[in-house]
């Protein structure tokens, strides 16, 4: 098996895991609070992170980080998983899978739009052109296609969706000037995040294990969304001879995605989130600058 050929069996497998992960938001979200969730998750993320590391022989970079790396940790553990996630699930009670989930989806147009003010960058016409058609469908699937009458069932669901795009946006911003191992570094993160959740649990909800569909859900939303996924992303990007090349596969998530709300949540899949979502899809793909590395989300 060639290089490129594992490369693409790590992206599709990472694509699949991400697609599960909006559904399994929204039926553990039946069990459990959003805090109760990112607790769980967050737990189980720390764990199967740090058997990576084992498994891999890394172990050891963990403690070779120099002060300022472990600060960088603290704050971006802070944003995330603490804020980040607490804001995603937040949205994910309020909303439908089928709404939350395109709308998080624009973080891909936030990105070079933040870099602005962050960055200093510049921002090209096309990237223009491509956040308005992306907020564009945003505006569809929030409205349900009611432009006209312009109704919102949720504002303060669909203001986290958005936010949550503005916030993994920031995050990637900055998680870009780490130059330590990027397992390495998003352990790291979740080990100083996670006291942050444990803490707004036992303030604002309560920490209490019970076995059963909550739990289970909470588990396979930090192997799959918060570990598995990102590691295999991250390999099939190092393994591909061009980024570009497994990049375009993330693109077919947030479809598939649909797909596995409509048959595992129960949702009716609305026309004006399939339009919603073409466009936010086009947008993206469109602001896309050439030769630009893939991130996860």
């Known amino acids: 098996m060639t290089k490129q050929t594992r490369a693409y069996l790590y992206g599709f497998s990472a694509v699949i895991l991400w697609s599960t992960v909006a559904s399994a938001f929204k039926l553990t979200l039946r069990h459990l609070d959003y805090a109760q969730l990112l607790l769980y998750a967050s737990l189980t993320t720390v764990v199967v992170l740090a058997a990576t590391l084992l498994g891999t022989g890394r172990i050891r970079e963990v403690f070779r980080c120099t002060r300022e790396q472990y600060i960088r940790s603290l704050w971006l553990g802070l944003l995330n998983p603490f804020v980040y996630y607490l804001v995603l699930f937040k949205a994910y009670d309020l909303l439908p899978a089928q709404v939350a989930q395109p709308l998080n989806h624009t973080w891909g147009i936030a990105l070079p739009l933040l870099s602005i003010p962050l960055l200093r960058q510049r921002i090209h016409a096309r990237e223009i052109a491509a956040g308005l058609v992306c907020y564009t469908g945003a505006l569809i699937i929030s409205t349900g296609g009611d432009l006209r009458g312009f109704r919102v069932d949720s504002p303060l669901g669909v203001a986290l969706a958005m936010g949550s795009a503005g916030l993994w946006a920031i995050y990637w911003i900055y998680n870009t000037m780490d130059e330590r191992e990027p397992v390495v570094g998003l352990f790291l993160n979740f080990l100083f995040g996670t006291p942050f959740v444990l ?16 739990l289970l859900g909470a588990v396979y939303a930090g192997v799959v969304e918060m570990a598995l996924a990102f590691v295999f992303w991250l390999k099939a990007l190092k393994l591909s001879e061009n980024t570009a090349r497994v990049g375009s596969l993330i693109f077919v998530a947030p479809f598939l995605s649909l797909v596995f709300i409509h048959f595992l949540v129960g949702e009716e899949i609305l026309g004006a989130t399939v339009v919603g979502l073409a466009l936010i899809v086009a947008g993206l793909f469109a602001g896309r600058p050439p030769g630009r590395r893939a991130v996860a989300g």
């Not at 803490?199 to 909550?214: E, I, Q």
Request: hydrophobic letters at 45%; proline letters at 6%.
């Open 199 to 214: 803490v707004y649990c036992l303030v604002f909800s309560d920490v209490r294990v019970s076995f059963g569909p909550g």
